[in-house]
């Protein structure tokens, strides 16, 4: 099993900026791909951006030249530092991972708990 662990996030004015990591733990054999997700009030999840073990990132077009994804593979974490924040960014992001517990098996999605973050004046 893999466990998510998020810290960052909070609130901001518009043209600030944040940045959340969140931390992987448990058994498994490797972290094929990291990234982020992000989920605001009455909308469905959106994707962010993803980074595989060694890179490079993508980004959301959405989010594309304001938000970086970034990883520290030998701390298990992902980053994601975000740039020129606007009130649409705020939502609950939530971080992920694509894991093997063996080389044989498919990986398996894990989800974080979610950190908020609010852009508002």
């Known amino acids: 099993q893999v466990q998510l662990v998020e810290s960052g996030g909070g609130s901001v004015q518009p043209g600030g900026s944040l940045s959340v990591s969140c931390v992987a733990s448990g058994t498994f054999f490797s972290i094929d791909v990291m990234g982020w997700y992000r989920q605001a009030p009455g909308k469905q999840r959106e994707w962010v951006g993803t980074i595989t073990t060694h890179g490079p990132s993508r980004e959301a077009d959405s989010v594309k030249g304001r938000f970086t994804v970034s990883r520290d593979n030998a701390k298990n974490t992902v980053y994601l530092q975000m740039n020129s924040l606007k009130p649409e960014d705020t939502a609950v992001y939530y971080c992920?991972?694509?894991?093997?517990?063996?080389?044989?098996?498919?990986?398996?999605?894990?989800w974080g708990q979610g950190t908020q973050v609010t852009v508002s004046s």
């Open positions: 992920y991972v694509l894991a093997r517990q063996r080389l044989e098996q498919p990986p398996r999605h894990y």
